[in-house]
């Protein structure tokens, strides 16, 4: 037997397989049955045992009535509000986007040498313009 596995580990794998070596990873199997006939190591499966036992008899009730109603309920009504509010969000993030790209690119376009006259108007500077 090779020494790969040591008692850390098998205790490790006791406390997290539990007690069944055949539910425990393939590459140590044959290692931890090994391991088993050693006095120290049958105790800690016999102890992992026990904590199967208890946890097989651990059960969840049932959900009541009510409460089964209560979630099927709370589930129906909010996904169309989800929905409205999801596509609203994206029609709002599209607008400012929009504006932002928009202004972005007013001010890429603004000529450097801006100065205004007295015939300047939205649609440019008549004073500039040739008869």
Known sequence: MTNSLSEARF??????????????????????????RLPGM??????????????????????????????????????????RLWWSSIGIATALAGAA????????ALPLDHSVSDDATAFGDLSQQDS
């Open 11 to 36: 205790i490790e794998m006791a406390e997290a397989y539990g007690s069944v070596i055949a539910r425990w990873p393939e590459a140590v199997r044959a290692e931890a049955m090994a391991m088993a």
């Open 42 to 83: 049958r105790a800690v499966l016999v102890e992992a045992e026990r904590l199967d036992a208890r946890l097989d008899l651990w059960t969840v009730a049932a959900p009541s009535p009510a409460l089964r109603d209560r979630v099927l309920t709370s589930r129906r009504t909010p996904l169309a509000r989800r929905a």
């Open 101 to 108: 790209a928009g202004s972005v690119a007013a001010s890429a």
